[in-house]
């Protein structure tokens, strides 16, 4: 290491540029500018970064940068020495205090609301407690925009990630926007666009929330709203896949081959599809609901056409859409009956309070990630199940991408919806994917889990006419919807008796 003490001016500054630029220094290895005007500030040069650092003891601790250019970049040797002296003086006092502050500072905070922040007793909430207070406001009976299960899911999931986890007790009035686009940046890198856009948007809705409505114990009066600057700088990027319905067809009979045998390549010698689950994906592929919504359906909500013997009506309540309408489809008896074949083998078969109850407890759905893991694991995408601590891990030999060996293209339950778009359109009626895809009406009611049989059997009586009604006396389209999901549903089960009747034949021969 390479050491030039001397009064850092512009030229150094210019010199250190260069041999970050390049990744080249005198020596080959660190070089460093030792200011002779303020003791303990430098300018090292190591590979392609020049960074300004300051000295206390054994502590170095960096505070921006000549190269390269971005956020903390400094070329002003009087600015530097300036904010030079701050941290120094923080690092004698606390070295605690030197981060947060710095973070304050480049977030755009002045010099003394910055040593404010770091200064605050953490005697307000923390970051947990706002997000658990702005969830309970929000969902409150008199709250001014409600938001939906769905969103609450939303907020959790997205609150509970690990990197989120070292700030979440810190005091929300200590929080710094360089804490938020940490997290930020680490999601975008690590787990994908959309995730990190919804740090943003949720932080800043809870933020937002606590300041205009618990001020003075979230502690946000006595900061500046650096929130309402946070920024995601990317969107998320259009699919645009569409699967043509002869694989989607194919898929789902593959799928079928493995509910009586285990998937090739893995440890786990049981069936390798539920049949429970597997009714799950038919249904999706069937209605091409949102996942989510799709697998919520209350058992009670699925109910006869009483003005039609040729279909079922279902429903779903506001607070399971992500629009936050309620939302009636009619289901062809023949795409009902189909499904069934398959909910009737479940493991909870005929829960009375799921349409499709999950594999493992019969108190809850089934999942979107566990239909969704059908494909992932056909496709051979799904991550390896870790051992228990302290056990071998199972034997197992290569996976085997099913998907791709049948030549089955990738496809989520999402990129049903196009496909259903350019099916309907095909057969003339554009407007049939609109009606079956969008949410009109406002109708909520749910069955008490401790109701006695006499009280389910009048709910069911009463549920039925409400969603009749429903579907009859609202803006719903009723018939419109019923013709598209005549031809959707006909298409994908005439494919698939054709495909089935196919199989049969090849393996006769």
Not at 142 to 168: L, P, Q
Not at 261 to 277: E, S
Not at 294 to 303: K, P, R, T
Not at 401 to 409: M, N, V
Request: proline share 5%; charged share 30%.
């Amino acid at each position: 290491m390479a050491t030039e003490r001397l009064v850092i001016t512009e030229r150094e500054i210019i010199r250190a540029r260069k041999m970050a630029e390049t990744g080249e220094t005198p020596d080959g290895k660190v070089f460093i500018f030792t200011d002779t005007k303020f003791t303990g500030l430098g300018l090292r040069v190591q590979g392609k970064r020049a960074s300004w650092v300051v000295k206390w003891k054994d502590v170095t601790v960096t505070i921006g940068y000549v190269h390269p250019v971005g956020d903390r970049t400094m070329t002003a040797p009087k600015t530097v020495r300036e904010l030079a002296a701050t941290v120094l003086s923080l690092m004698k006092e606390d070295g605690s205090k030197v981060k947060p502050f710095l973070d304050a500072h480049w977030s755009g905070q002045k010099k003394e609301d910055a040593l404010k922040a770091v200064h605050k007793k953490a005697d307000t909430w923390t970051l947990r407690e706002c997000v658990e207070a702005t969830i309970e406001g929000k969902t409150s009976a008199h709250a001014k925009a409600k938001i939906t299960a769905n969103t609450v899911k939303d907020y959790r999931g997205t609150f509970s990630r690990e990197c989120f986890a070292k700030i979440m007790e810190k005091p929300a009035a200590l929080i710094t926007r360089g804490d938020i686009e940490s997290v930020r940046d680490y999601v975008k890198k690590h787990i994908g666009t959309s995730p990190a856009i919804k740090i943003i948007a949720y932080t800043r809705a809870v933020l937002d929330y606590c300041a205009k409505n618990h001020a003075g114990q979230s502690g946000l009066d006595r900061v500046d709203p650096w929130w309402q600057f946070l920024n995601a700088p990317y969107a998320v990027q259009p699919r645009n896949r569409r699967p043509e319905v002869q694989d989607i067809v194919k898929t789902l009979i593959l799928a079928e081959e493995y509910l009586t045998r285990p998937l090739p390549g893995r440890a786990v010698t049981k069936p390798g599809v539920n049949p429970g689950t597997l009714a799950g994906l038919w249904w999706l592929v069937l209605t091409c609901q949102r996942a989510t919504a799709g697998m919520s359906l209350l058992a009670h909500d699925v109910v006869p056409d009483t003005q039609s013997e040729d279909f079922m009506v279902a429903a779903w309540a506001e607070d399971v859409m992500k629009a936050g309408q309620a939302h009636v489809l009619p289901i062809p008896i023949r795409a009902w009956q189909h499904i069934n074949r398959f909910r009737d083998q479940g493991r909870h078969a005929g829960s009375q309070e799921w349409a499709f109850p999950s594999e493992r407890k019969s108190d809850v759905h089934a999942t979107s990630s566990g239909v969704y893991r059908i494909l992932s694991r056909l496709g051979a995408r799904d991550a390896l199940e870790q051992p228990p601590k302290g056990k071998k891990p199972p034997v197992r030999t290569e996976r085997r991408d099913l998907l791709t060996e049948a030549g089955i293209p990738w496809w989520s339950p999402h990129d049903l919806r196009r496909s259903l778009t350019a099916t309907l359109d095909e057969h003339g009626i554009p407007g049939g994917a609109t009606v079956i895809l969008a949410h009109d009406i406002h109708e909520k009611e749910a069955l008490a889990v401790g109701a006695t049989e006499r009280e389910r059997e009048n709910f069911v009586k009463l549920r039925t006419a409400r969603i009749t009604k429903m579907a009859y006396g609202g803006s719903q389209y009723i018939s419109l919807k019923k013709e598209a999901m005549r031809i959707w549903c006909d298409v994908i089960l005439d494919e698939y008796e054709r495909q089935k009747a196919e199989k049969e034949q090849q393996q006769a021969a």
